[in-house]
């Protein structure tokens, strides 16, 4: 196969293909991670950390973040 024209191949001779580079997969979840937080920001400034809608969109509501309390238990007799 010829190389030549632009097309790169890898050490076994197979043609790359640039959209699955690893470049190409970091910028594109890079451009989603911050859609994501354009998304989220608003949301949560408007209703809430603790609402159902921050909870609809997949997030964590924080109320269920909170550790729960850890609780004495009597000494076993």
Do not use: C, W
């Not at 043609?15 to 979840?29: D, K, T």
């Amino acid at each position: 196969m010829n190389a030549g024209r632009g097309r790169k191949m890898n050490h076994a001779g197979h043609l790359i293909n640039p959209v699955y580079s690893l470049e190409a997969v970091s910028a594109a979840r890079g451009a989603f991670h911050s859609v994501a937080l354009e998304v989220k920001d608003p949301l949560t400034d408007l209703y809430g950390e603790d609402s159902d809608q921050v909870a609809a969109i997949g997030l964590k509501k924080k109320s269920d973040r909170k550790r729960p309390s850890t609780s004495t238990k009597p000494p076993a007799h």
